[in-house]
């Protein structure tokens, strides 16, 4: 399926950078090529979006055009047109050439991106050392004004910290720096957003364009995210599985996408909207959280001080019967913490945590053991939650077995359970690594449910699935919630999904609670000053708007 | 499974190291067999060159004892040394690092300040004081070598623990209600295993160097032929007949040669992850 | 990285984690604050009370390994039982109070050897500590030759066969050199000594197979210097080969790793060529754990110093432990066991001060 490029933009200019029918063989992969016959054009002054799941050859793209695919990857075919010079044709020395000079690049992980050895100030000059621009003090005030622009504070101090000093957000615009030091005509961001909060996303997100709009640099916007899709892009290429398989305006395609993938794409990602739904809830609460404390202690030694630090302050909540309760906040800011506690998968330092009319902090471990099957949980990580060397069925039966059941009793009810969460019975049979990890995490929810508990707590679990999937898996568990009757208390970053599943949403910030109450009223009239910057900062809000009707029909 | 085989098997070095080890395995067990006088007879002239004698082709030492005996008792004795000692080593590690790791807090210190001490005196000096003060026996080499030899593998799978038990899985198996020593046998061991064969194995190699050092010093087993002492008692005769210490030398660099490939093919096999990464 | 090396009992070395940063980290800790010099000299007391516990509890060994051996105390301190002389055993006796409760012989034993009482060598003439002391720059000299030649050739090798697999040209030379670090790996250093000693002094007598300097030569200065540098070929060659082994494998693991970091990644997009690339970026981060396992692994040469001191005839304590094994002097080698553990120590807490003023990280951390 191949679409032709939109040449609404370049038909009269030839545009930055022109990509036809560019082809990369994956050996050995699970499809023959990485990319197949991918063409577009990036105009300068654009952003160009580029979309897709995880393992549809985005990255692979930005690899080819910089030069820097891993060896065993080579493309096939094609050409990569930068300012009428094919790139591919290009000798090694020709590509270093333009390479920070005329194409610079951001990558996902800022945390691994900044060389830890070398301080920040010489990993930005390096850049022009490199390229022999800004000779003498020139360099140095460069590296200055460049800190600067990305919004770091303080630049004369900055620049001889070591990277470790720094939080992700602020790596990130540092590796922006870098990328911008030399003016490149095209920049090419991967998922330049992905590992960090979402007010940290935002700014990055102002950042780079508002230094795209003053330079007028081409951009190449590679991301997963509908939202930043839709409040950066110009234009929007969406790639399935190494095709690209559609291209246009950004309106054009979130508005009216035309592919059935796309549509499908667009239609999973959750609206921010607060869904009333018809689910009982009893008054009486079925856990009550008063006053939890809980302090990390980092271990000091005989000429080491201990430091403390807060975790959790002072937070009190409730859950009833059936009721789903979003537990919302930033990395660090507490919730999964909490979550922990709650399963007294770690200690408390005070309050008390009342389930079912029991306060269960004080209890020892072996004390509480006969009682865990009630309080069940999901967990983040699709890929290691199941035990490796275990089959299914094994996984699914060891929690009822380890509460006195037959082993064949427990098979027999983990089948029911597999159809219940839409896996077929022969997966019994079979090891976690021979499934997707939506398909994982089914298995972690049927391992939850197969315990038939009063409370679920779902830490971050839906947030390593690609965006279909998540759908998905979030529809699941809303059924499996209504059915069953049973409480869930959702842990997540992101408000949107929240606000799909639960009814009550608390926000925490910092260690403590900041907001409390129906999910339509944190969302909707929010009393609290860092709730309304969370939600500010959801990318996509615009296009929110404009996609409200269509939903609610 | 079979993917290991399939992966091991692919690893051209450790299927030479698995060849190697096997033929020696076989000359080992066959010792008493292919020579039935002991290897400390004088069978026949002294100072037989190799290679001369269609009896003695491995030719004699300096007092007609034939070295083809000797080299095949020793291989008896070095394998045996290194596969008992290991065990050993290997099971202590795992019993002294799986409490540290898995019980945390003071038992955890404490395990770790005498792992540390043990890590920290010189080994090859640990095991010659040792040896010496026993008197040389096959036990005391063997008691030796695992003394020496434990702390790594402690430390390896007190380290596991400690990932493991913060992985999902584990917690998950907490959340289900598993006793904590089911926990670790099912859920956490079998996952800590593939570094444990592969450190083994590594330590089976060093613990056969170690012992031929020991013999060449003169603290083997009287009773046991060993490779070691073969170089060490040739040592005299260096400059008349250097084959008489060349052969021992070339049976320990092969045997460990073997062992360290099989290692490397294992550590390919049980973590291809691993080795993908950096390298293409 | 490969699993640590078993003989050697070390960890393998690990390229330090960065330390995650807190999110909401407050602005000024961005600042670049001194190391206060406090820190650091708390660090090195640590380490130094460490280091002395380390010690005493060798001695603790000690006591204890001769209680474990078959026979009375005093006359294994004093040597081969029988042959010795029964003055000597009685009064080792009394100067142990060997007839005294155990924690009182064990603290007499200790306090003993922390006044540098190190028991008197019977079939020397002379006391232990002394015997030692009078050997210890041989052995130094040799370890210390030993150590430069396997760290540098070492990290070198290593660093040319990882280049060759990053360039993705003349892999051979990768093969060559992994092929040769193997093998040396797997041969026994004493072995290894002979056949050198065959090949470089017997037959082709290019250098000399024993001793330190040439026997009644009487040279004098840079004659001497000479004469004393060629009988160190041999001797550090054979100690140190396994050790550079050991490096060559160590570096190329770790610089493979350190490859196919992100930052690295970074730093081509920049527009760096791959020879700075290896140089200013990859170096650096991947010899730091290397260079931190060999100065824990020079402390290990130590061990081996007694094989290739033996051999060769080198006057220093790992012949003299050799000697005394022979001559079955126990107090002899438990001294030498005693100080070659001391000098672990040292060299191990060099290696960690050392270390923690080069990684700006460790630095912050406060220790590991």
Request: with cysteine.
């Amino acid at each position: 399926m191949r679409t032709m490029p939109d040449h609404s933009t370049s038909a009269d200019v030839a545009p930055l950078l022109r990509v036809r029918d560019l082809t990369v063989p994956l050996p050995g992969g699970e499809r023959p090529y990485a990319v197949r016959d991918v063409s577009f054009d990036i105009a300068r002054g654009e952003i160009l979006c580029i979309v897709g799941e995880s393992g549809s050859g985005k990255s692979i793209s930005a690899g080819a055009i910089m030069g820097l695919l891993p060896h065993h990857l080579t493309p096939e075919r094609g050409e990569i047109l930068f300012d009428g010079v094919d790139l591919l044709r290009l000798s090694e020395t020709e590509m270093l050439a333009r390479r920070g000079r005329q194409i610079g690049m951001i990558f996902q992980e800022p945390m691994s991106a900044l060389n830890p050895t070398m301080r920040i100030g010489d990993q930005i000059a390096e850049v022009m050392a490199v390229h022999g621009t800004h000779p003498g003090p020139a360099r140095r005030k460069r590296v200055l004004d460049l800190l600067d622009l990305v919004g770091l504070p303080d630049p004369a101090t900055l620049q001889h910290v070591y990277p470790f000093r720094l939080s992700g957000g602020q790596r990130q615009r540092v590796v922006i720096a870098m990328a911008l030091a030399l003016e490149p005509a095209l920049l090419i961001a991967d998922e330049p957003t992905t590992a960090l909060d979402v007010t940290t996303q935002a700014q990055i997100l102002a950042l780079i364009k508002r230094i795209q709009a003053r330079m007028g640099m081409g951009v190449m916007f590679i991301t997963h995210d509908f939202g930043v899709v839709a409040d950066i892009a110009d234009r929007i290429a969406v790639m399935e599985k190494g095709v690209l398989v559609e291209q246009g305006r950004a309106t054009e395609v979130l508005d009216s996408p035309r592919h059935p993938y796309t549509r499908h794409l667009i239609a999973a990602v959750p609206t921010g909207r607060a869904v009333p739904r018809g689910v009982t809830v009893e008054d009486a609460p079925l856990l009550a959280v008063r006053n939890l404390i809980k302090t990390y202690t980092t271990s000091g030694g005989p000429f080491r001080p201990k430091r403390v630090v807060p975790a959790v302050c002072d937070v009190s909540f409730e859950v009833r019967r059936g009721e789903a309760l979003g537990i919302v906040g930033e990395s660090g800011s507490g919730k999964s913490t909490i979550g922990k506690c709650l399963l007294k998968l770690q200690g408390i330092d005070g309050g008390e945590i009342v389930f079912d009319g029991q306060d269960i902090a004080p209890l020892s471990q072996a004390a509480f053991r006969p009682q865990r099957r009630r309080l069940q949980m999901i967990f983040q990580d699709p890929f290691a939650s199941l035990n490796p060397r275990q089959t299914v069925g094994r996984i699914l039966t060891d929690g009822p077995v380890a509460g006195g059941e037959a082993r064949a009793e427990a098979m027999a009810r983990a089948r029911t359970l597999l159809d219940l969460v839409g896996l077929p019975a022969s997966a019994l049979e079979r090891y976690p690594h021979e499934f997707s990890g939506g398909q994982r995490q089914r298995v972690g929810i049927a391992r939850a449910l197969a315990l038939q508990p009063d409370l679920i707590v779902a830490d971050e679990s839906v947030s390593a699935l690609d965006v279909s999937v998540q759908a998905q898996v979030l529809a699941l568990l809303k059924d499996l919630q209504k059915r069953l009757g049973v409480a869930l208390v959702f842990i997540t970053h992101d408000l949107r999904v929240a606000a799909e599943v639960c009814q009550r949403i608390a926000v925490m910030h910092r260690g403590c609670l900041v907001e409390y109450g129906p999910s339509a009223e944190v969302l909707g009239a929010s009393r609290e000053d860092y709730t309304r910057r969370l939600i500010e900062a959801m990318p996509g809000r615009a296009w929110d708007a404009r996609r409200q009707p269509a939903s609610a029909a | 499974m079979s993917g290991f085989a399939r992966r091991f098997l692919r690893n051209t070095g450790a299927v030479a190291g698995l060849m190697i080890l096997a033929a020696i395995l076989v000359v080992a067990l066959a010792a008493p067999l292919l020579f039935p006088d002991s290897p400390w007879m004088m069978v026949a002239d002294p100072l037989i060159l190799p290679f001369q004698d269609g009896q003695y082709p491995f030719g004699t030492d300096m007092l007609g004892r034939d070295i083809g005996a000797g080299l095949a008792y020793g291989a008896r004795v070095s394998l045996m040394i290194g596969a008992v000692s290991t065990a050993v080593a290997v099971l202590a590690g795992i019993a002294i690092g799986a409490a540290a790791g898995y019980h945390g807090g003071w038992v955890d210190d404490l395990l770790m300040r005498v792992t540390e001490f043990f890590q920290t005196i010189p080994q090859l000096a640990m095991a010659v004081v040792l040896v010496a003060i026993l008197t040389p026996s096959i036990g005391s080499i063997v008691a030796a070598i695992a003394i020496v030899s434990w702390p790594p593998v402690a430390r390896l799978v007190r380290g596991e623990f400690l990932t493991l038990r913060e992985r999902e899985f584990v917690q998950a198996a907490v959340v289900i209600g598993q006793h904590p020593g089911r926990i670790m046998l099912t859920q956490i061991l079998p996952n800590a295993m593939s570094p444990i064969i592969i450190t083994a194995s590594l330590m089976v190699a060093t613990a056969i160097l170690t012992e031929s050092a020991l013999s060449f010093l003169g603290l083997g087993d009287r009773n046991m032929m060993s490779w070691g002492f073969m170089i060490g008692a040739s040592r005299t005769m260096l400059r008349e007949a250097p084959w008489m210490s060349l052969m021992p030398g070339v049976a320990i660099l092969l045997t460990v040669l073997a062992i360290n490939l099989i290692g490397e093919g294992l550590n390919d096999a049980l973590n291809p992850q691993l080795r993908h990464r950096g390298e293409d | 990285m490969s699993a640590g090396s078993p003989i050697t009992g070390a960890a393998p070395a690990q390229a330090p984690k960065a330390t995650p940063t807190l999110d909401h980290t407050p602005a000024q800790s961005v600042l670049p604050q001194r190391v206060p010099s406090m820190a650091l000299a708390r660090f090195i007391l640590a380490k130094l009370v460490k280091g002395v516990l380390v010690v005493l509890c060798v001695v603790v060994v000690n006591f204890f390994l001769i209680r474990l051996a078959p026979g009375d105390p005093a006359s294994i301190m004093a040597g081969e039982s029988g042959s010795s002389d029964p003055n000597y055993v009685a009064q080792l006796r009394t100067q142990f109070g060997l007839d005294r409760p155990l924690p009182v012989q064990m603290a007499t034993y200790v306090l003993g050897v922390v006044r540098f009482d190190w028991g008197f060598s019977y079939r020397m003439k002379l006391p232990v500590l002394q015997l030692i002391l009078d050997r210890l720059p041989a052995t130094l000299l040799l370890m210390g030759s030993a150590f430069v030649f396997s760290v540098l050739l070492g990290i070198f090798l290593g660093v040319i066969a990882s280049r060759t697999r990053y360039t993705g040209r003349r892999r051979w030379l990768d093969s060559l050199i992994v092929g040769g670090a193997l093998l040396l790996y797997a041969t026994p250093l004493f072995w290894l000594s002979l056949l050198m000693i065959v090949l470089f002094s017997v037959e082709l007598g290019w250098l000399p197979a024993f001793g330190m300097e040439t026997v009644g030569a009487g040279l004098t200065g840079w004659s001497r210097v000479l004469d004393i540098t060629t009988h160190l070929v041999l001797p550090t060659v054979s100690l140190g080969s396994f050790y550079m082994a050991m490096y060559v494998r160590l570096t190329r693991a770790s610089m493979l790793e350190v490859m196919g970091m992100d930052f690295v990644r970074t730093a081509r997009a920049k527009g760096v060529a791959a020879p700075a690339v290896i140089r200013r970026h990859v170096l650096r981060n991947a010899l730091l754990p290397v260079v931190t396992f060999s100065g824990i692994q020079l402390g290990q040469l130590a061990g081996g110093a007694v094989l290739t001191e033996t051999v060769f005839g080198w006057p220093g304590i790992g012949r003299l432990m050799f000697d005394a094994l022979m001559q079955r002097d126990y107090q002899l080698l438990l001294g030498v066991f005693l100080l070659t553990s001391a000098m672990v120590v040292v060299f191990n807490m060099l290696t960690d001060v050392i270390y923690r003023v080069v990684d700006p990280r460790i630095a912050f951390e406060g220790g590991r």
